[in-house]
């Protein structure tokens, strides 16, 4: 079982950063995906940046540029968030699967509870 624990997330001006961390219990001799999906009120969940084992790393074509994945050990991932906008404001959730395939179109099989990110205009 994989456990993955979100923190970060809060209120910020657009154009203002936020930085999410994800505290992730992963098996760190397999390979594993970790991922952030977001889910704004009234829509459905969407995969924003993902990190594979060795650090591949994509992106939705929405926060290319401003947003930046990355791994601080093996199992910990953070998530950079620049030049935030109005239409970045969701529930984050940390996410991870060993199916091999890593990207935000893929499908994750752990979640987090999720943090909440606001942004006002």
């Known amino acids: 079982q994989v456990q993955l624990v979100e923190s970060g997330g809060g209120s910020v001006q657009a154009g203002g950063s936020l930085r999410l961390s994800c505290a992730a219990s992963?098996?760190?001799?397999?390979?594993?995906?970790l991922a952030w999906f977001r889910q704004a009120p009234g829509k459905e969940r969407e995969g924003v940046a993902t990190i594979g084992s060795p650090d591949h790393t994509s992106y939705a074509d929405s926060v290319k540029g401003r947003f930046t994945i990355s791994r601080d050990n093996a199992k910990n991932i953070d998530l950079q968030m620049n030049s935030l906008k109005p239409e970045d404001t969701a529930t984050y959730y940390c996410?991870?699967?060993?199916?091999?395939?890593?990207?935000?179109?893929?499908?994750?099989?752990?979640w987090g509870k999720g943090t909440l990110v606001t942004i006002s205009s």
């Open positions: 992963v098996y760190a001799d397999s390979t594993y995906c």
């Open positions: 996410a991870a699967t060993y199916s091999g395939m890593c990207g935000v179109s893929y499908g994750m099989d752990f």
